[in-house]
């Protein structure tokens, strides 16, 4: 469910950014935990159904946390929930996490009357 409120969102940002006008693409970046882009995707292009953005392509940027660890030094991405837990290389528990949980609508690229396509960034 988490996902499908993230899509839903990424549409909504896409749309006000639009201003009426159909959304070719859009670039968004996700941080934090793992997530599946083919999922993501999907979510988004339901929530797109009926809008100015059905259809529009979708660059998506995923940025994962990383973990820390105190005792060793390694910097771990995080592919797993284990990873927030306990440090893969050396087995300590004395981790912290790293990165940002944020996500970015980055760019839409969208169709103008006067132009073939404008590209609307941050």
């Keep these: 469910m988490h996902e499908l409120g993230m899509c839903e969102g990424i549409v909504e940002a896409a749309l006000r950014r639009a201003d009426?006008?159909?959304v070719r693409g859009i670039r968004?970046?996700?941080?934090?935990?793992p997530v599946d882009p083919a999922v993501i995707e999907q979510?988004?292009?339901v929530?797109?159904?009926?809008t100015l953005v059905e259809g529009a392509d979708i660059d998506l940027v995923l940025d994962p946390l990383s973990v820390r660890c105190a005792r060793c030094g390694a910097e771990t991405p995080v592919n797993s929930a284990m990873v927030l837990a306990?440090?893969?290389a050396c087995g300590a528990v004395d981790v912290e996490s790293t990165g940002h949980e944020d996500v970015v609508l980055e760019s839409i690229?969208?169709?103008?009357?006067?132009?073939?396509?404008e590209e609307v960034t941050r």
């Design 20 to 22: 009426g006008r159909p």
């Design 28 to 33: 968004v970046r996700v941080g934090g935990h």
């Design 86 to 88: 306990a440090c893969p």
């Design 43 to 45: 979510g988004v292009q």
């Design 47 to 50: 929530a797109a159904l009926g």
């Design 109 to 117: 690229t969208v169709d103008d009357p006067d132009t073939a396509h």
